[in-house]
Structure formats: C-alpha cells, structure tokens
C-alpha cells in the first residue's frame, strides 16, 4: 500500500481559501467516505479536524470543510488566519481494516 | 475527559526489540466501537500508521511491517502495548497512540503527545 498522495505545500494569504487534495485509489479513498484530516503544529501532536470525508468534531471552526469526487478527498479552508499554519495530513480506510496516510501537505500562511 | 500517553524507552539499539506502552483514560477498551493505534513520525516526515486493536480483540497490522509488530491490550489497566522487533536507525520516530473509532467510522480523535524513539548503537 502506497501513501495517499498530498501537494507538499500550498499557500495563501489571510482571509483567502485554500484547498488540499488526497488522492488515493479506488481500494481506499474511492471505495470508502471515511477519509480523515489531521491539523499538525510543529512539536504537537496531530489534531482530528475532519472525519467521514466532511464532519467536523465539536470545537472545530466552520471554516474548515471535506469533500470527495472519486479517488480525491478535498480539504477545504476558508478565511485564512495565521493559526492555520501547520501540516495537514489526510488518512482513509483501506483494505482489510488498515488505515493509510498522505504525505502531508505543509501550509504557509503569506 | 479522554488522555492518552506514550512511555518507553527513549534510546534503543539496532537489532533490539522495542516494548511501547499507552496509558489512557477517559474511556473503556471494552466499549463497542473503541480501538486504539499506535501511528509513528520520523523526523520531518509524514505520519505512518502501525497498528490497532480493538474493544473485541481483533487486531491489524501495516502490511509493510507486520512480521516486526505486536499489538496487545489489559483492559484492566487501561493500557495498550506495542512491541517491534529487529529495531533499525530507520524506525528513529515519534511514536505516537491514538483512540481510534471504529462501527462506520474511521477516524483518531484523540491522540498522546508522542515519544520521540532513537534507534542507535
């Protein structure tokens, strides 16, 4: 099994969006809406943000949103803001019950 | 309030086993649903997942290391131990657990700070 494939950064300035695509295969994120996504500050440990490909856990901001078209998961954040600058990682279910994670996608807030 | 925390050794040699341990709280290993993993980090790189057991004692491995992987739980404890033999310089990680859920989810919604893991002579 492979890693999900992710951009290695992407940027943007405050107040735009920006989207991070997770592109797998049709035996992991194209079979399954349960992709993940993972906010990672430097030191920290990662933190849940989006699961099942669009809930958001209690405490998370709205501005943070999923999606999925066949084999790509999208992570979607709104009104950038500066706390947003970390690593975000995507993980989906794959075969025989393992969970597989992207290469993580380094987001730089201009 | 769910916690989890990683202990083991900090430093091991090549070839060495390693025995990992997470300590929780907050929750029961026993409730349908509840799992825990352990996902590791090396530095500056991306995350990996390991493997995971399961409130009904399944348990699975990544298919790349599971000949080197052992997973196991005491429910009693609340504890989850992993060990990985034949340890390497290339397994220098933070190794984190996490609470996994599972029953039409999939998703790890709480996690341990981490324990960094040297593999050197």
């Known amino acids: 099994q492979s890693a999900l494939t992710q951009p290695a950064s992407v940027s943007g300035s405050p107040g735009q969006s920006i989207t991070i695509s997770c592109t797998g295969t049709s035996s992991d994120v194209g079979s399954y809406n349960l992709v993940s996504w993972y906010q990672q500050h430097p030191g920290k440990a990662p933190k849940l943000i989006i699961h099942e490909g669009s809930k958001r856990p209690s405490g998370v901001s709205n501005r943070f949103s999923g999606s999925k078209s066949g084999n790509t998961a999208s992570l979607t954040i709104s009104g950038l803001q500066a706390e947003d600058e970390a690593d975000y990682y995507c993980?989906?279910?794959?075969?025989?019950?393992?969970?597989?994670f992207g290469g993580g996608t380094k987001l730089t807030v201009l | 309030q769910v916690t989890l925390r990683e202990s083991g050794p900090a430093l091991v040699k090549p070839t060495q086993t390693l025995t990992l341990t997470c300590t929780f709280s907050?929750?029961?290993?026993?409730?349908?649903?509840?799992?825990v993993s352990w996902i590791r980090q090396p530095p500056g790189k991306a995350l990996e997942w390991l493997a995971r057991i399961d409130w009904d004692d399944d348990e699975y491995y990544s298919t790349s290391l599971k000949t080197r992987l052992t997973i196991s739980k005491d429910t009693s404890k609340n504890q989850v131990v992993l060990t990985m033999t034949n340890m390497d310089p290339v397994d220098t990680a933070t190794y984190y657990c996490a609470r996994y859920r599972a029953l039409g989810a999939s998703y790890f919604d709480y996690w341990g700070q981490g324990t960094l893991v040297t593999v050197s002579s």
């Open positions: 907050g929750f029961s290993l026993s409730t349908s649903g509840m799992c």
């Open positions: 993980c989906s279910y794959a075969r025989s019950n393992t969970q597989l």
